[in-house]
Each structure stands twice: as C-alpha cells, then as structure tokens.
C-alpha cells in the first residue's frame, strides 16, 4: 500500500508542473514564494472495512504578500481550470500515477497574511481528501 509520505512525494512533484511553483512534500522551515505544502494530515484506518485508509489535509499555498496585486497570483492557483490550476492538475490523474491512490479536492479556504521564515506571504489552503488501498 502507498505510504503517506509516498503521497506527499508524488504530489509536490506533480505540483511543480504548475509554472513558478515552489512545491515541497512537507512543511517548510523556509522556501521562496510562490510555495505550496501539504499540512499533517488525519487519518482514518479501517475504511470499508477493507484495508482502505482516508487521509484528508490541507494543502497551503502562499504567495508574497509585497507584490503588487498578490491576490491575482493567488487566483490562478485557486482557479477551477487553466495551467496554474491545482484543481485542473489533480482532476486530470487522481491517481496521481500510484497504484492504490485516488484524490479529491473539496474546498479553498482563505489565509491570509502569514509569516514564514522572514517572508511575508498570503495564502489559502485547499482541503485534499486520499483514498490509499484497495479503493
């Protein structure tokens, strides 16, 4: 069965097919913006009853907050289509090219202004849930 960090692996690197997109499989002590990251996520074990596991996080996207009209930069992250689309790039291989994995986004929720490291960043995180198993 396809681990979590395995997951997380495979989808920073599908990530970094979105143009100027910084996408790392964990959190960041520091990273240049625009970045995108998977939070710890939750887990259900013994899903259906049959070796199925839900893992659901969020996956945060930041951008900096000094340029000029940043929530632009956002948008096309959040977009429902298009070459910036995290959405448009899960919907096309929710597999991810694993064997036993299936993903579904569910919802943007905004940030806001955050620190990280001596950035300044706006953001909004997007809820992932993962099927990993025999789904």
């Known amino acids: 069965m396809t681990t979590i960090e395995q997951l997380y692996e495979r989808l920073a ?6 143009p100027h997109l910084r996408a790392k499989p964990h959190v960041p002590g520091s ?8 939070e710890p996520p939750s887990v259900e074990l013994d899903n259906l009853a049959n070796d199925t596991i839900t893992v659901t996080f969020d996956l945060v996207v930041l951008v900096s907050a000094v340029e000029d ?3 632009n930069t956002l948008l096309r992250y959040q977009e429902p289509a298009g070459d910036y689309s995290i959405t448009a790039l899960l919907a096309k291989d929710r597999s991810l090219g694993l064997p036993d994995v299936h993903v579904h986004s569910m919802i943007w929720r905004p940030l806001g202004l955050q620190e990280m490291s001596y950035y300044r960043a706006f953001g909004a995180s997007l809820t992932i849930t993962a099927l990993l198993g025999d789904c």
């Not at 690197?13 to 979105?18: D, F, H, K, P, Y």
């Not at 990273?31 to 995108?36: D, F, G, K, N, R």
């Open 31 to 38: 990273s240049e913006l625009p970045v995108a990251f998977p």
């Open 69 to 71: 009209r940043r929530i």
């Open 13 to 18: 690197e599908r990530l970094r097919a979105i």
